[in-house]
């Protein structure tokens, strides 16, 4: 009978974890019942990165210890029904990984981006004590207690709190302490959620290269160099930023055993860093090279379409887009129910002029598309008319746009898509 149990119990903790699908009360009422945090990744079908979690990171068997520590819950936010959860809990960035305390209904921390195997476990377990710190649970290590008092902070959507309560943490810990990387991040996240760009940058260039080479230093470099970017190109303060952060990101691109989304994140800020000459299409170059080797060695067609998006984007600084059709293409043949292939390959079209083509791959994705997302593809379709001259065509396809946005629950509207549609129908002479 005891070997019975340790097989049952070894079986369990190397199964995947299981998800409560689309279903935040279910989710949250087993949460409640069982006296656990509930974890919400809060994903959407568009999102490469969350596509990425789900295909090469979520499903590792390995995290099954963690399935009665937590309820586990995948959200799609496009979907209709989840417009009541954004009301609760906002969601801007995709994705965004919430440790809610199920006996609250507060966030206790939040994550924003990738994370991989060990990153996660540690983040679930840095999420469990912010889930007591909300019930007044104080840490035996005050260290600890101050990091969950950032945690719950964050989780609660206040950047500026939130980042001087990491900075405190970090100011009061020792140079060696294990968690000093992961709340570097969470630092400079708060940071650039904030909008302090310039404090993001000059602190992420003090503090990024004394990182452990790793995952933190890559994602932290990210930050930094976002923020930099961000920036005018006659602001001192990028000026002195930027080029150790991008220093810094060729460092990181190259480092081993990050997630190649990690390191496609990081060849996408360089090519932008690098503004639009020689070099910025050799980079290109590098990273399409790189995407279709992880595509390659893909063991499922979504894990392989996980790279499309970044392949599409690498296509088109490369100066190569005709690279990328076969394997969109093959993703719309893959995966028939899924919009994305079709929406990336009408914009491929259009940058080859192959307009018509591209007018039919934006119908196959409107057939399929649904929620926020519609108004990208719907977007996507007037400017393949404004291209053929169609202006008829073309205000037609902004009106539907522009009726669709003011349809979608408030907690459901991209940031700026309502004014962007008005203001392109408006550019649009009479007659």
């Known amino acids: ?29 087993e949460a409640k019942k069982a006296k656990v945090p509930l974890f919400v990744d809060a994903t959407a079908p568009w999102c490469h990165t969350c596509i990425f979690m789900r295909e090469h990171v979520l499903n590792r068997p390995e995290l099954g210890v963690l399935q009665k520590r937590f309820v ?3 959200l799609d936010t496009e979907r209709p029904n989840s417009a009541a959860f954004l009301e609760k809990y906002p969601v801007d960035t995709w994705p965004t990984l919430l440790i809610i305390d199920s006996q609250s209904d507060k966030v206790a921390l939040q994550w924003l981006g990738s994370a991989n195997v060990e990153q996660f476990k540690k983040l679930l377990e840095d999420g469990e004590q912010a889930a007591k710190a909300l019930g007044a649970q104080s840490a035996a290590d005050p260290l600890l207690q101050k990091l969950a008092e950032a945690d719950v902070l964050s989780g609660q959507r206040q950047p500026k709190a939130a980042a001087e309560a990491y900075r405190a943490v970090l100011a009061a810990a020792p140079a060696d302490w294990p968690k000093r990387p992961r709340v570097t991040e969470s630092l400079l996240g708060e940071l650039y959620a904030a909008k302090q760009s310039e404090d993001c940058a000059r602190t992420a260039a003090a503090l990024v290269p004394a990182l452990p080479r790793g995952p933190s230093f890559a994602n932290a470099t990210m930050w930094g160099l976002s923020c930099a970017t961000a920036g005018s190109e006659k602001d001192a303060w990028r000026k002195d930023t930027e080029a150790p952060l991008v220093a810094l990101a060729k460092e990181a691109v190259e480092l081993p055993g990050l997630l190649a989304d990690d390191r496609s ?3 996408e800020l360089l090519v932008d860093a690098a503004g639009d000459g020689e070099a910025s299409v050799k980079l290109g170059q590098a990273w399409l090279t790189f995407l279709e080797g992880e595509a390659k060695a893909a063991k499922t067609p979504a894990a392989r379409a996980v790279f499309d998006p970044h392949r599409v984007n690498a296509a088109l600084a490369a100066h190569e887009p005709a690279r990328v059709v076969d394997a969109l293409k093959q993703s719309e043949k893959d995966l028939p129910k899924d919009y994305n292939a079709a929406a990336r390959l009408a914009v491929v079209y259009r940058e080859l002029g192959q307009l018509d083509d591209g007018l039919k791959a934006c119908d196959r994705a409107l057939a399929k598309v649904y929620g926020p997302r519609t108004l990208r593809v719907l977007e996507t379709k007037a400017s393949i008319l404004a291209k053929k001259g169609d202006l008829p065509g073309q205000r037609a396809v902004l009106t539907k746009a522009l009726e669709t946005a003011r349809a979608l629950p408030q907690s459901q ?19």
Do not use: C, H, W
Request: charged fraction near 20%; proline fraction near 7%; charge should be positive.
């Open 1 to 29: 009978m005891n070997a019975l149990l340790l097989a049952a119990v070894l079986t369990a903790a190397s199964a995947p974890l299981k998800f409560v699908e689309n279903d935040y009360p279910k989710a949250l009422a």
């Open 265 to 267: 994140g990081l060849y």
């Open 72 to 74: 586990f819950l995948s």
């Open 413 to 431: 509207k991209p940031k700026g898509a309502q004014e962007r549609i008005e203001k392109a129908l408006t550019a649009l002479p009479q007659g």
